[in-house]
Each structure stands twice: as C-alpha cells, then as structure tokens.
C-alpha cells in the first residue's frame, strides 16, 4: 500500500480530490434513453502482445492467472487491432476515438491539438466521477493534469519502474524507496475507489507503464522465468545472413508446413535488422535476445498482479458482478518476427493487441469475439455503455453488442492501419495498410522497395509475399483501391507533418542534422 507519509501529504493537499478536477468543457452529448449508468474500469498496458498470456498457449510455462480469469469469466476479443501501433498515437485514438490522422498525434513527440476531446470528458457530462491512474504519453511528455478527469495521478514520458516520480493532482511525489510504479499505480487506484464519491458511478483509466522496455520486474518477480525455454518464431531467421547472430537457447518454431518468398522480403526490412528494432543490434547492442525475451515474461507478471488486485477489490466491496472491466494493450509487440523487435511496422504480432472485458451482468462467461474490433472503438463503446450516444468527430464504433454476443449486421469487412515516420528510428519507413479476416495488403510509403500482400489463412506468419503473383493483381488493386478511399474519406490523404528538433538517433547517422 501507499506509504503512510506520502498518503497523509495527498490527503492533506486533496482530501476531497474536487480542488484538482478538470472542468468539463461546455460539451454537449445526446443521452441515450434508458440506460444504466455503469462503473467501468480501463486497464491499459504498454506493449503486451496479443497472444502472450497464460490461455493462449503460446508461450509454455507462462502463467497469467488474472488476465486468464477475465477472459474466461468474460469476453476474448480474439481479433483486436490498434490503427497504429505507437504508443502516443494508439493512446491518443483510445482517448479520442479518432485515427491518427485526424488527432495529428502522429508519433510520440507530436503535441495534442488542445481542440481534442477525450471520451472521458463526456462521461464527466454524464455525472461520473472520473479518475486516470499512470502513464499519458501524448501529447507531449508532461506529467501535469489533463482534461476529463476528477482525479490524476501520472507521471512524465515513460517513467520510471523502480522510484518513480508521480505528480497527483498538480503535486510531485518523489519516490526514495525502490517502489515499482506498477504497484503504486495499482495502490492509488484502490485508494481512490475507497474514497470516491459512492453517490455517482465511477470511470477508472488504469494505465501501466508495464511492459515497456526496458524491461524490469517487481523484486518478487525476478528470476521466476529463468529458466523457461526460449520460443524463437517461424520467421526469426528468415532475414539471417552470414553474420547474423545465432540463438541456441530455446525452440526454433516448425517452419516445415509454410512456403518462404526470400525474394520478396522488403529492403527495409532486412535491414533493419541490424538495428535498434532488430535481433542483431538490438536497443544498439545493450542487451540480448534471450535476456530481453525473460525480462519481459516476468515484467508482465507485475500486470498481472495488478489486474488480480483489482478484480479482488471488486469483489470484497460487492462491485464485481455490474462493474465493467476492459483489459488492452496499447500496440503489439514482436519478438523475433522477421528478425525484427519492438513495433510500429504492419505485420500481425505489431497491430494485434489483446482485448478482454469481464461482467457477469453484462457478459456471458467464455464469450468469444471473432469479428475485427479497434483502438478507435473504445471510445465510443465505453460511452454506449454509460448512456452516451456517439459524439460525430468519433471514427469507431461501438463493440457492446459483440460482447453481449450479439450478430452485428455490416460490421466492418476490414481494418486500416497507418504508421508515419520517425526521426528517431528512421528504419521503419511509413506505413499504410488493409487487412481482412483473410488477406493483408501493405504500402511502404516515401521509400524504393517493394509492398507486401499476404493470405492470412495459408500463411499467418507472413512469409510469403504475393505481390507479384499474377493470379493476385486484381485483389491487390481492390485493397489498394480500399486503402486510399478509406484515407480520402477521412481526410487523410495530407500527411500531418510535426517539426523535427532533434538529431537523429541511429547507429549510422547518429548525431547529425
């Protein structure tokens, strides 16, 4: 728990939390009739991979024993996409319902158009009492209050795991006892669900710095996977070259049931993976594959952990059966695809991100979700489910009737993707892309190489690019011709260009103009 020093300082300066709340702007809302105001709970983490949790079997000997409640006492979003996956953009379209070209948040050093509307500020509207727990990371790297919100802890850019500094309310908080943020986070959260306001239903917006790189767990977490096999994936070495790195630790994925097109793996690619993002020079040398693969299994443990606290409280205070609880990470994560870490690029383990929601008045137990649902559609689905009907700036839509399991007619046939390049990590050239439940069709942008386009169903790895397959040209031209009707329809069509103040930051170049 918080420490009683550092409590009794917050409570002094914010007993009530009213002195520090945001004002709603003078927003209007349409309210939709009948509905029950319902308390609701986003649990946000930072580069968790859609499929790493205990009941996915993709990792042997990983236990996720939270997460793993929710989705089987829950819904499984099986399909969850994020519309780009960057921290600050992905965060700014879960807040906005917007994509990133339309909130210009476009990558993580770009400012937020102080005209942005967070959801949260309609829920303010609507009589809930709002609170927003850990990292923001958009819109600039600042700790201080933002809008929508009755009470805000935070902290700035990516912070810190272990002492973090945390500004509540407007006051700065200096940890000075090895406290690992995940569990502060989780601390302030409780707290203040003890002491809200029981007279309004409440918003809650937990946000993880957890799983992050660089990757450090909690104390009781440390060593707990040291001695786990290594999952190395289909395509790890399928941009290998002679004086590629060579990983003996762990498992080589069976690659012997798929077709490789090495002709048409993209330059880019290739390259970089001997980079920041790749397995042969990756974060520039400073660590290993294999160290980095641990690390990160039990840094996630700490979420976890969290998540369980959480669902506990509820239950203890009678709050588990109404409360609604959305458990989502903010992009995706690779390790080892292609030869490639991190994100930002296209392919499935970067824009796939897990999605899982748990309420036994809303949600059938075991409820799986096969259609394709977006960062984008948050917004509006948690407004849904507080009574608010869908602002006209929001571009998503609305996933509650998914989850209670309910057909959908028309619901989209495909999702849209768009990633713009950045300054600090030039090897990942923008990106623009279609994917339907079968096909996937990507666009390199700004960039002499060649674009990609893969049938999901034979080749979920994405290893062998169609592109120049003659039998695939008139699917190619009709995802083509979707992606860019997509881009004019929601003005997306001008690259929103944000200044550059920094020297660049790649091993080549690093340090010049």
């Not at 090895?178 to 601390?187: E, G, H, P, Q, W």
């Not at 609305?398 to 713009?420: C, D, H, I, T």
């Not at 623009?432 to 990609?452: C, E, H, M, N, P």
Request: proline share 5%; hydrophobic share 35%; charged share 25%.
């Amino acid at each position: 728990m918080i420490h009683k020093k550092i409590l009794t300082g917050i409570l002094l300066c914010c007993l009530s939390c009213a002195g520090f709340a945001q004002k709603a702007p003078n927003l209007s809302y349409e309210a939709i009739p009948g509905t029950k105001a319902r308390n609701i709970i986003f649990i946000l983490s930072d580069d968790h991979r859609y499929d790493f949790m205990g009941f996915t079997g993709k990792v042997p000997g990983l236990k996720t024993p939270n997460l793993d409640r929710i989705a089987n006492e829950g819904a499984h979003f099986q399909n969850a996409f994020v519309s780009t996956a960057l921290c600050s953009p992905s965060r700014a379209s879960i807040l906005t319902g917007q994509y990133a070209h339309t909130h210009t948040v476009v990558d993580n050093q770009a400012s937020a158009p102080s005209s942005l509307i967070y959801f949260p500020q309609y829920l303010q509207k609507a009589g809930y009492q709002t609170s927003f727990f850990g990292k923001w990371h958009m819109g600039g790297g600042g700790a201080d209050p933002r809008p929508g919100f009755n009470r805000w802890v935070s902290f700035a850019g990516q912070g810190d795991y272990y002492n973090p500094k945390i500004n509540v309310d407007g006051k700065m908080i200096n940890y000075t006892d090895s406290s690992y943020v995940t569990d502060v986070l989780t601390d302030f959260t409780l707290e203040w669900l003890d002491k809200r306001d029981k007279s309004k239903p409440f918003f809650v917006y937990l946000s993880h710095k957890a799983v992050h790189a660089d990757f450090y767990p909690a104390k009781r977490d440390k060593g707990k996977y040291k001695d786990i096999r290594i999952q190395y994936p289909v395509s790890m070495f399928s941009t290998a070259g002679m004086n590629s790195k060579r990983f003996n630790r762990g498992d080589q994925a069976d690659s012997s049931a798929y077709i490789f097109n090495y002709k048409d793996i993209p330059q880019w690619v290739r390259a970089q993976r001997y980079s920041w993002h790749g397995v042969d020079y990756m974060y520039h040398g400073q660590t290993d594959f294999d160290k980095f693969y641990v690390d990160y299994l039990e840094t996630l443990m700490g979420i976890d952990n969290s998540v369980g606290r959480v669902l506990d409280y509820l239950k203890v205070n009678g709050l588990d059966k109404e409360t609604l609880v959305i458990y989502m990470g903010d992009n995706g994560f690779s390790f080892g695809e292609h030869g490639l870490i991190d994100k930002r690029h296209a392919y499935e383990e970067s824009m796939r991100v897990p999605l899982l929601a748990r309420s036994p008045a809303l949600i059938k137990p075991g409820t799986k979700v096969k259609e394709m649902v977006l960062n984008v559609d948050i917004a509006p689905s948690i407004l849904e489910m507080a009574g608010v009907k869908k602002p006209k700036q929001m571009q998503g839509i609305s996933f509650l009737p998914l989850m209670q399991g309910n057909a959908v007619q028309n619901w989209r046939k495909e999702v849209f993707y768009e990633y713009y390049w950045e300054n600090p990590f030039p090897q990942t050239p923008t990106q623009y892309a279609v994917r339907t439940d079968r096909y996937k069709f990507i666009r390199s942008q700004g960039i002499w190489d060649i674009d990609q386009l893969y049938d999901l169903q034979q080749d979920p790895y994405e290893l062998n690019n169609l592109i120049r397959k003659p039998e695939f040209q008139d699917l190619a031209k009709d995802l083509n011709t979707k992606l860019w009707a997509w881009l004019e329809d929601t003005q997306g069509l001008y690259i929103p260009l944000k200044p550059i103040g920094d020297k660049k930051f790649d091993h080549i170049y690093k340090g010049t103009w």
